[in-house]
């Protein structure tokens, strides 16, 4: 059974499946009391953090419904899942 490694502020996991050959996943559908900004779809989560973090090693896989992410090892998954909180909590400042 998979293991969250870190869990973000605005809602996304990281872990590790326990199937051969299982990535890294960056998963989840953030909160906009987090983000601030509504986003219609986690395609347009995705779009918007390809925009915004350093993706170098990440890929995506993102469905509709939930944000996905992934990295060969733990420590690009969480760093990459830091940045995104990094990110959001200088949004709410900016807001705030």
């Known amino acids: 059974m998979a293991k969250t490694a870190y ?46 973090v350093n993706c170098d090693n990440i890929t995506f896989d ?4 939930q944000f996905f992410a992934y990295a060969k090892t733990k420590q690009r998954a969480t760093s990459f899942a830091k940045a995104i ?4 909590a200088k949004v709410r400042e900016l807001v705030n």
């Not at 590790?16 to 050959?21: H, I, N, P, Q, R």
């Not at 993102?62 to 419904?65: I, L, M, P, Q, Y």
């Not at 909180?85 to 959001?88: A, L, N, P, S, Y």
């Open 62 to 65: 993102s469905e509709s419904c």
């Open 7 to 52: 869990t973000s502020e605005i809602g996304i996991e990281v872990w590790k499946g326990d199937w051969a050959e299982a990535e890294w996943t960056i998963t989840g559908y953030p909160k906009q009391s987090q983000t601030i900004k509504q986003f219609d779809s986690a395609y347009d989560f995705e779009e918007y953090i390809q925009k915004k």
């Open 85 to 88: 909180d990094k990110h959001f």
